[in-house]
């Protein structure tokens, strides 16, 4: 496993295609996503891959909460930067921003209160965290920052570190 290994350039645009196509195969992910109700998980499951939810919930850029007006949650994936070499780059750092309004952070889980955005976290770090996939490699989760975006919603950004094989 290597940190920070060089990359193909052209493998940075498949690598967030590969993260959000994994996402949208997650039942309980999209459902927690998609489903504004208080028990998000009893909701009608989805037909997988749930690609209606790209461009809508699920997006490849970083969070820009100034443009939400409704109540939602949306999922961003996004690679913060990284250094040229050649025709190669060396890049290490993933972010997943979990936007969440503040009206919908409270659900319901098997009859226990949970707190959404925290459900959504476990349920990233359980589809990606030392899981081998494709071009992608590992995925190692590092950090989190728990922001207040506006009045409206908050910000969950998660830092994970991409491990070539």
Known sequence: ??????????????NLI???QEVMKQQNLCKLIKYNQS???????????????????????PADVETI???CVQ?????PGGKFAGADIS??????????AKSLFLITIGGKPMLRP??????LIDTFDGNSIATLGKLGFKTFAHLTANSKFD?????AEMMTL
């Open 75 to 79: 999922l961003r994936c996004w690679i």
């Open 155 to 159: 910000l969950f950004r998660i830092k």
């Open 118 to 123: 925290y459900v959504i976290m476990k349920e």
């Open 18 to 20: 590969i993260i959000l």
């Open 69 to 71: 007006t409704e109540d």
């Open 1 to 14: 496993m290597v940190r920070g290994d060089r990359l193909k350039i052209e493998l940075l645009s498949e």
């Open 39 to 61: 028990n998000p998980l009893s909701q009608t499951d989805l037909v997988l891959p749930a690609s209606s939810l790209l461009m809508t919930s699920i997006f490849p850029y």
């Open 91 to 100: 890049i290490n750092d993933i972010f997943m921003d979990i936007v969440v």
